[in-house]
């Protein structure tokens, strides 16, 4: 499959039919919206059987990148284990989704065996505090106007907003906004809110000696400021913006855990990990033209996979100055798809970025114009980017080879027919 006559595709059999045809294939995936809905309230998350099953048939070749965690009550192996009429059976048969977590610093094999490689028990300790705090500053907040909740539907809030992550838990506000959407500028404090909270948060771990530690996440983004620090996308118009925002340890970057992934990957294939068998997220550069040579140095080109990255979060907004339009570019799978591509143009491995649309879900996000696009395949001195407005631009970096625009359930049918036909 020839990246540049590809891109926007929607041509999914040839896609289909190329990596079937890929002995060499590494499948590395996000989770929601991918392969499962976005959904205000995480607790009603839903994995298909038949996509589980599909992985496990994939063993070996596929693995997860997400910024979810595998474990704790908001985990996915307790999603997983739902799909199944005995839990048991999912640890035995090596069900659980493998890979990394907690945006690359929670390490999972397909036997659920969990590990936090380069995170310190005082780095733990403190993320463990994070949920009662979270729970404390919504109490608080919500409390008082212009919200001015009652006691029992803030205690509802609280269960569904704060994720007591074990690695990197979360404000999830998805059900606040579903409550304050006719309310804009309620919605748009909220945020501010939030964001203050959590600048408080690091405040507290740089008091207690780990003022190095941490960082923060937010989902959807606007990309990073002058000093590295993501910026928090406020809702605009039917635009939500940010909903999570995330504790995360420094490191727990997903363009990271690509180069994990890989040390692993080949380990499995040769016996050996070209960086070291205890290589980690923490131990990592972050910067995509470092993690670039560091792969050069140490991957066997003759051993490199065809990469496959999958994900959903992309986004891409107009800003106007005085010295014109410029695009502030983000979204959590962003970086790492970056990579996928990058890696695939120094390899030669003609590696794919494939680009779930998961805006028709629970969770309002920019959705891509299917018909534009078709028009586009059948036209192509067509302008692609009318169809792409909130995703990306002409002058995006980060080209999107292959679309699903149906969602998640359209990429399980997918993935499922690719478990089979391999």
Same mark, same amino acid.
């Given at each position: 499959?020839d990246?540049?006559?590809?891109?926007?595709?929607l041509?999914?059999?040839t896609?289909?039919?190329?990596?079937?045809?890929t002995?060499?294939?590494?499948?590395?995936?996000d989770?929601?919206?991918?392969?499962?809905?976005?959904?205000?309230?995480?607790?009603?998350?839903?994995?298909d059987?038949?996509?589980i099953?599909?992985?496990?048939?994939?063993?070996?070749?596929?693995?997860?990148?997400?910024?979810g965690?595998?474990?704790?009550?908001?985990?996915v192996?307790?999603i997983v284990?739902?799909?199944?009429?005995?839990?048991?059976?999912?640890?035995?048969?090596?069900?659980?989704?493998?890979?990394?977590?907690?945006?690359g610093?929670?390490?999972?094999?397909?036997h659920?065996?969990?590990?936090?490689?380069?995170?310190?028990?005082?780095?733990?300790?403190?993320?463990?505090?994070?949920?009662?705090?979270?729970?404390?500053?919504?109490?608080?907040?919500?409390?008082?106007?212009?919200?001015?909740?009652?006691?029992d539907?803030i205690?509802a809030?609280?269960?569904?907003?704060?994720?007591?992550?074990?690695?990197?838990?979360?404000?999830n506000?998805n059900?606040?906004?579903?409550?304050f *959407?006719?309310?804009?500028?309620?919605?748009?404090? #909220? =945020?501010? @809110?939030a964001?203050? +909270?959590?600048?408080? $948060?690091?405040?507290?771990?740089?008091a207690s000696?780990?003022?190095?530690?941490?960082?923060i996440?937010?989902?959807p983004?606007?990309?990073?400021?002058?000093?590295?620090?993501?910026r928090?996308?406020?809702s605009?118009?039917?635009?939500?913006?940010?909903?999570?925002?995330?504790?995360?340890?420094k490191g727990a970057?997903k363009?990271?855990?690509?180069?994990?992934?890989l040390?692993?990957?080949?380990?499995?294939?040769?016996?050996?990990?070209?960086?070291?068998?205890?290589?980690?997220?923490? *131990?990592s550069?972050?910067?995509?033209?470092?993690? #670039? =040579?560091? @792969?050069?140095?140490? +991957?066997?080109p003759? $051993?490199?996979?065809?990469?496959?990255?999958?994900?959903?979060?992309?986004?891409?907004?107009?800003?106007?100055?005085?010295?014109?339009?410029h695009?502030?570019?983000g979204?959590?799978?962003?970086?790492?798809?970056?990579?996928?591509?990058?890696?695939?143009?120094?390899?030669?491995?003609?590696?794919?970025?494939v680009?779930?649309?998961s805006?028709?879900g629970e969770?309002?996000?920019?959705?891509?114009d299917?018909d534009?696009?078709?028009?586009?395949?059948?036209?192509?001195?067509?302008?692609?980017?009318?169809a792409l407005?909130?995703t990306t631009?002409?002058?995006?970096?980060?080209?999107?080879?292959?679309?699903?625009?149906?969602?998640?359930?359209?990429?399980?049918?997918?993935?499922?027919?690719?478990?089979?036909?391999?």
């Amino acid at each position: 499959m020839d990246l540049k006559s590809h891109a926007y595709s929607l041509d999914h059999a040839t896609l289909l039919q190329s990596l079937c045809n890929t002995e060499n294939l590494l499948l590395i995936q996000d989770l929601d919206g991918v392969c499962m809905e976005l959904v205000r309230d995480p607790l009603t998350r839903r994995l298909d059987r038949r996509y589980i099953e599909a992985t496990h048939r994939l063993a070996g070749h596929f693995y997860v990148l997400t910024n979810g965690e595998h474990i704790g009550s908001r985990g996915v192996n307790a999603i997983v284990e739902q799909a199944f009429d005995t839990p048991e059976h999912v640890r035995e048969q090596g069900f659980y989704l493998p890979g990394l977590a907690a945006g690359g610093v929670q390490l999972q094999d397909r036997h659920g065996r969990v590990s936090h490689p380069g995170v310190t028990d005082e780095e733990l300790a403190f993320l463990h505090s994070v949920p009662q705090r979270a729970r404390q500053f919504l109490r608080d907040l919500l409390a008082v106007a212009p919200y001015s909740l009652s006691a029992d539907a803030i205690a509802a809030m609280i269960e569904s907003c704060v994720l007591d992550n074990p690695a990197s838990p979360t404000l999830n506000i998805n059900r606040l906004h579903q409550h304050f *959407q006719d309310r804009p500028h309620s919605w748009i404090s #909220l =945020q501010q @809110a939030a964001s203050v +909270f959590m600048g408080e $948060l690091l405040q507290h771990a740089a008091a207690s000696g780990l003022g190095d530690s941490f960082f923060i996440h937010y989902a959807p983004n606007l990309g990073r400021d002058d000093n590295g620090d993501e910026r928090v996308k406020y809702s605009e118009g039917d635009n939500a913006g940010t909903t999570d925002f995330q504790f995360m340890l420094k490191g727990a970057i997903k363009e990271v855990g690509v180069l994990v992934i890989l040390n692993h990957y080949y380990h499995q294939r040769c016996g050996r990990y070209p960086l070291g068998e205890h290589f980690n997220a923490r *131990q990592s550069p972050r910067e995509l033209d470092a993690l #670039l =040579q560091l @792969a050069q140095d140490h +991957f066997d080109p003759a $051993l490199m996979p065809r990469i496959v990255g999958v994900g959903d979060t992309v986004t891409s907004y107009p800003q106007n100055d005085h010295d014109g339009t410029h695009y502030q570019r983000g979204g959590s799978d962003r970086g790492f798809l970056t990579l996928v591509q990058q890696l695939g143009r120094r390899f030669d491995t003609d590696n794919v970025v494939v680009y779930i649309d998961s805006s028709g879900g629970e969770v309002r996000r920019p959705g891509v114009d299917r018909d534009h696009l078709q028009r586009h395949a059948e036209r192509p001195d067509l302008s692609v980017w009318n169809a792409l407005r909130g995703t990306t631009d002409a002058d995006d970096p980060l080209t999107l080879d292959v679309i699903f625009p149906e969602g998640h359930r359209q990429y399980v049918d997918f993935f499922c027919r690719l478990a089979d036909q391999r």
